[in-house]
């Protein structure tokens, strides 16, 4: 057990949902996550990269990762959303896992096929585990697919992934 105690807590991405920032993912978490489960990790928040320009708030700033037609069957700026992501990744990590919410659970779940497809994220180490908080795969029934990620649901990820599924009622506490 002592050994346990003095190993690096893993370092994990922390993608938020659509119309929300890093600094509000990261109330939602602390205030809804045991305090045992946040010890024993290195959460590193990022802002998705396109500015949310029709949800404005007079407290925060909302982003959005991709952008999607109103049906969600198209799907716009992927490409460039990934890059930015895996930008952020060296310049933050090494990153050992990769937790999404929402949009950010979209783009989380993704992420392991694209990089055994080898079609994105290869200047980063291999992806080890992913925690997906009520998401969606691209190409479901309802949801487009970008051509980035049209094979990376085409095999089991072969990291370990754990999925919240159900309906979240995080506090309101956008300007808290």
């Known amino acids: 057990m002592e050994n346990y105690q003095h190993q690096k807590k893993p370092r994990v991405l922390c993608l938020h949902a659509y119309g929300n920032s890093a ?4 109330k939602q978490l602390v205030l809804n996550w045991p305090e ?3 010890d024993k990790l290195d959460l590193v928040f990022l802002n998705g990269p396109f500015l949310l320009q029709d949800k404005v708030d007079v407290h925060d700033t909302c982003y959005e990762w991709f952008q999607a037609s109103e049906d969600l069957r198209e799907i716009y700026n992927f490409e460039e959303c990934v890059q930015y992501v895996e930008a952020n990744m060296e310049k933050y990590g090494p990153f050992d896992g990769v937790l999404g919410f929402s949009q950010g659970a979209i783009l989380t779940a993704s992420m392991p096929g694209m990089q055994r497809e080898r079609v994105a994220l290869t200047k980063v180490p291999k992806i080890k585990f992913v925690i997906l908080i009520s998401g ?10 970008p051509k980035l ?6 095999s089991p990820i072969e990291c370990p992934s754990l999925h919240f599924i159900g309906i979240f009622c995080w506090p309101s506490i956008i300007g808290s």
Do not use: S, T
């Open 149 to 154: 990620a049209a094979n990376a649901f085409a």
């Open 136 to 145: 969606v795969k691209f190409g479901g029934i309802e949801f487009g697919c």
């Open 23 to 26: 600094e509000i993912f990261k």
């Open 36 to 38: 045992i489960v946040l």
